[in-house]
């Protein structure tokens, strides 16, 4: 049996600030539909499934137990992956790689318009005792490690706010993106301090969405339009407490972007991947990440194309969707479906994900055509 394993369909819903007239049930079931149909599968051929959601987002607990209508998974087995995304495609291609299942569909949805208080929901993965009483805001975090970054990296705020110029604007192109927008680094400079020195057009806006991705073995694969194959795949988790990290660099996402590039056999990333779709919840976090990745010129500059989909700051945080997200533009990008944002020659990309505040996990996947 073949070790290889492809992703041979992506669905989404388009991510919106708001979806009053939708469940996450209804656009869970339309994500699975047009993952199913693109894979050219039903969801009878499928073998296991894989829900990755977080119980305090959720606001229920055991919340697994509210996706097999929606995915055709009655009498499956499904299981939950309370962690990143690409933590819950990694258990996809272990169940594949392990001979356990042949085709495994993975979801994420989020319905964040529902949570009313995001801070509080957040703040439960800080450490109860020394960290939780003193009221600690997640952007205050992310503002203190943006801080750290900028001093240690030499780079400037206007850098930060190029990174969110240049995804809103890509946004534009993606016609699923919904905060798209053509602003200027003096416009995103001049937007209200949230905490120093983070501004408020730093921050990914949140957006509910849902995403389906099936993964098959090469056997099954085999059938597929465009699978899309997964050349490597690493995670991480570095310490959650605040007190004992490392606030200037993403640690974990150099491990598990090294995890990735060794089982994927490439030595020279900025040569050999063309582009890159990396997690940016806050506008200095992609820096950081591209950092990580090895995919910056000693001047800071990015070595291949990035969030060319709008990231997260063009198509919004989806919580752990997000990663998804991420893959599934990559998919298209490889595909050669990404329209006016595509890049030539797309053959081989870099996903890069970041579970969000307070946690320092991550994951990482390179994805290619062969």
């Known amino acids: 049996m073949s070790d290889r394993v492809a992703i041979v369909g992506a669905g989404t819903t388009p991510p919106r600030p708001l979806s009053p007239d939708q469940s996450f049930r209804e656009m869970t079931f339309a994500a699975a539909a047009r993952a199913y149909e ?43 992956i309370a962690g990143d995304g690409i933590q819950g495609i990694a258990t996809a291609f272990m169940l594949i790689r392990s001979g356990i299942a042949d085709v495994v569909a993975v979801e994420a949805h989020a319905k964040s318009s529902n949570i009313l208080r995001h801070d509080e929901v957040l703040a439960m993965g800080l450490d109860p005792v020394y960290e939780r009483p003193l009221g600690v805001n997640p952007h205050y975090v992310a503002a203190m490690e943006m801080r750290r970054y900028l001093h240690d990296s030499g780079r400037t705020d206007t850098a930060v706010a190029d990174v969110v110029v240049e995804n809103r604007r890509r946004a534009l192109g993606n016609p699923i993106a919904p905060y798209g927008a053509v602003l200027t680094a003096a416009d995103v400079l001049a937007a209200a301090l949230v905490s120093e020195p983070l501004r408020a057009s730093m921050i990914s806006a949140y957006a509910d969405g849902a995403v389906v991705l099936v993964l098959a073995s090469e056997e099954r694969a085999e059938a597929a339009l465009r699978p899309v194959w997964i050349r490597g795949i690493g995670w991480s988790s570095d310490t959650s407490a605040l007190s004992m990290r490392d606030w200037a660099t993403a640690t974990y996402a150099a491990l598990a ?19 890159a779709e990396v997690d940016d919840t806050y506008a200095h976090k992609q820096l950081q990440h591209l950092d990580a990745a090895r995919l910056t010129a000693p001047g800071g500059e990015p070595l ?55 946690t320092q996990t991550g994951g990482a996947l390179v994805l290619g055509d062969h």
């Open 38 to 80: 693109d894979a050219g599968v039903s969801h009878r051929d499928i073998d296991s499934f894989i829900s990755v959601c977080e119980d305090f987002h959720e606001g229920t607990s055991i919340t697994d137990e509210y996706v097999p209508d929606q995915l055709g998974a009655v009498l499956r087995p499904v299981q939950t």
């Open 304 to 358: 291949v194309p990035v969030n060319r989909s709008g990231g997260s700051l063009g198509m919004g945080y989806c919580y752990d969707a997000s990663a998804l997200y991420r893959t599934a533009e990559a998919v298209r990008q490889i595909r050669g479906e990404a329209g006016r944002n595509q890049v030539p020659g797309a053959t081989t990309g870099l996903v890069l994900s970041w579970r969000g505040v307070p």
């Open 257 to 275: 972007t090294a995890m990735a590039y060794q089982m994927a056999g490439i030595e020279r990333p900025a040569d050999e991947l063309a582009f």
